[in-house]
């Protein structure tokens, strides 16, 4: 009998980690990107500008994201989901009239980062980019470089600066590059022709890391800044 009881309480507990196992790789994730600098947005508003996300008119599931922020991954159900930004509301979160009214589409183990930007009338919209987040092998990093700022094509220089060895990538306006490096400390700077839109900055790639790089603003008023996301332990 005691032998039966902890067979059944072994396959109930094996039944558990199943389905929470099951579960897990059936949720589709998102980060939020505040990348609109207030003074682009008109003149008098606050250069962080803090803005409201309401989904599906339910959860205020973000309040107060300013510039250059990242927040998440949340964890959604795979399906539709409709998101509106608005600009905070201290007191009564999620309130405010929506600037942004958009969708997004999760599919079951999907990561996105949804980013609130400039579109190419410099209008705030919200763009979406699909990370990978397979496997990395040691000794290398991934570079997740998404184009979100109000410009025309770039070009993503990255130098190793222990080998001096330098990585130049042309990136399209709303799009995705995903690359793969060597891991170490690399600088990573912005370009659009001869224009320098965001100097040399430091960035440490470790090994079976992924890091999101997002340029955001307006290149038109020298506003453009990257915004960075590491998440390590992608294995």
């Known amino acids: ?18 389905t929470t196992a099951l579960s897990a790789s059936e949720n589709a994730y998102m980060y939020l990107v505040q990348g609109v600098p207030g003074r682009d947005y008109t003149a008098t508003t606050d250069p962080q500008f803090p803005v409201d996300v309401l989904i599906n008119d339910e959860t205020c599931n973000v309040r107060g994201l300013t510039y250059g922020s990242i927040q998440g991954p949340f964890t959604f159900v795979p399906g539709t989901y409709d998101v509106k930004i608005s600009v905070a509301n201290t007191l009564a979160p999620c309130s405010n009239a929506p600037i942004v009214d958009s969708s997004v589409t999760l599919a079951s183990g999907q990561n996105v980062s949804a980013v609130f930007s400039l579109n190419d009338s410099g209008a705030p919209a919200l763009s979406t980019f699909t990370n990978n987040f397979s496997a990395i092998s040691a000794n290398n990093a991934r570079v997740l470089f998404a184009l979100a ?8 220089v990255l130098v190793n600066t222990t080998t001096k060895k330098q990585y130049t ?8 590059l995903t690359t793969t490096l060597p891991s170490g400390s690399y600088t990573v700077q912005v370009n659009q022709g001869t224009t320098t839109l965001v100097p040399s900055t430091s960035v440490d790639l470790s090994s079976q890391s992924a890091t999101l790089l997002f340029a955001t603003g307006e290149a038109s008023n020298n506003t453009v800044n990257l915004q960075i996301k590491t998440v390590k332990d992608v294995i």
Do not use: E, H, P
């Open 1 to 18: 009998m005691k032998n039966r009881i902890r067979l059944v309480f072994g396959l109930t507990l094996l039944c558990m980690a199943l």
């Open 169 to 176: 990538y042309s990136v399209k306006s709303d799009a995705l």
């Open 149 to 156: 700022a109000d410009s025309s094509t770039v070009q993503l």
